[in-house]
């Protein structure tokens, strides 16, 4: 299968989340500039990646593969908004709950690879994968899933084509065609528009004031 082909279908977890929450009723009211932004997303993505100009494999076990991961990465966004956040846990507290969780599953098949050499350069990339790359991204997640929601943390698979083909550009010097970079700036627009706040601002609450005056209650 195609590495395009593969980059649009990891790109559908977004409208998997959106179709889970709307099922589940865990999903907001859709605005029509939110649905623009989605589908606006997805076409930039198409943008970047052509498939239609490399090959096909969307008919292989590799698509169907890659097309029901990207629908577990939605189910787990939906799962977390509807039993994790919310909750009065922070998000903080989450992100670190799991990451040590799956430390501990992952430690009893550590023997299993056999023995590691271990060096100052391995330890320097594990810590910054681990606490960079993972650990302030899961941070991030649910935040960004208590406060947006599900469907607009999962936004974040649009943005990754994005990423990767300017480090592309800037580190391996790959070049940027007009389609690439166009794309890019389609996903940009789309994901702006999923943000988009349409509604009145949320007033903070007012305090209670039903009790006697504060120099009363002393």
Do not use: C
Not at 18 to 44: D, N
Not at 110 to 133: D, M, N, R, S
């Amino acid at each position: 299968m195609d590495s395009g082909v593969a980059g649009v279908l990891n790109a559908t977890t977004p409208l998997w989340s959106l179709l889970i929450g709307l099922a589940l009723g865990s999903e907001r009211p859709l605005r029509a500039a939110r649905t623009a932004g989605l589908v606006l997303g997805f076409a930039g993505v198409l943008l970047i990646f052509a498939p239609w100009s490399h090959g096909s494999g969307l008919t292989s076990w590799g698509a169907l593969a890659l097309l029901g991961a990207s629908a577990s990465y939605a189910v787990a966004f939906a799962y977390m908004a509807r039993h994790l956040t919310g909750r009065g846990t922070a998000p903080l507290a989450l992100s670190a709950a799991q990451l040590l969780t799956a430390t501990g599953l992952s430690t009893p098949v550590l023997p299993v690879g056999g023995p590691a050499t271990v060096t100052w350069t391995g330890i320097l990339a594990v810590v910054v994968l681990g606490i960079f790359a993972t650990g302030l991204t899961f941070h991030l997640n649910y935040r960004m899933i208590a406060d947006e929601g599900p469907t607009a943390a999962a936004t974040v698979g649009y943005l990754l084509p994005v990423v990767s083909v300017t480090l592309g550009a800037l580190v391996l010097d790959e070049p940027l065609t007009a389609r690439v970079m166009a794309g890019m700036a389609v996903v940009l627009v789309g994901v702006g528009l999923t943000r988009a706040r349409t509604g009145p601002a949320r007033k903070p609450r007012a305090a209670d004031t039903s009790g006697p005056p504060l120099s009363a209650r002393s």
